[in-house]
């Protein structure tokens, strides 16, 4: 694996740890290393809509959905966020 899938899967562990914030940093941190990691920007993405943050998490959806037009699940969260939005 790569750093930046090291980081990724750092992400998903913390996340199921409940450490939130923990892997929001591991998140982004893959993000910086690879702007195109498309499940980190996805998995980053449901963080913020969990707190909220629809708007910003819509962003991360569609540059998943950039990065990997076959990405089901962020496919599937941006239309979630979309309607949200009233869009």
Do not use: C, K, W
């Not at 893959?30 to 499940?39: G, L, N």
């Not at 707190?51 to 941006?78: C, M, S, Y």
């Not at 239309?79 to 939005?85: E, K, Q």
């Amino acid at each position: 694996p790569t750093l930046t899938d090291i980081h990724y899967h750092l992400g998903v562990v913390l996340s199921d740890l409940g450490q939130t914030g923990r892997a929001e940093a591991a998140y982004r941190r893959a993000i910086e290393m690879d702007p195109r990691q498309a499940d980190a920007l996805n998995n980053l993405g449901i963080l913020l809509a969990q707190r909220g943050d629809t708007r910003a998490a819509l962003e991360l959806f569609e540059r998943a959905v950039a990065a990997n037009p076959a990405h089901p699940n962020a496919t599937q969260n941006a239309a979630r966020a979309r309607r949200l939005l009233g869009g």
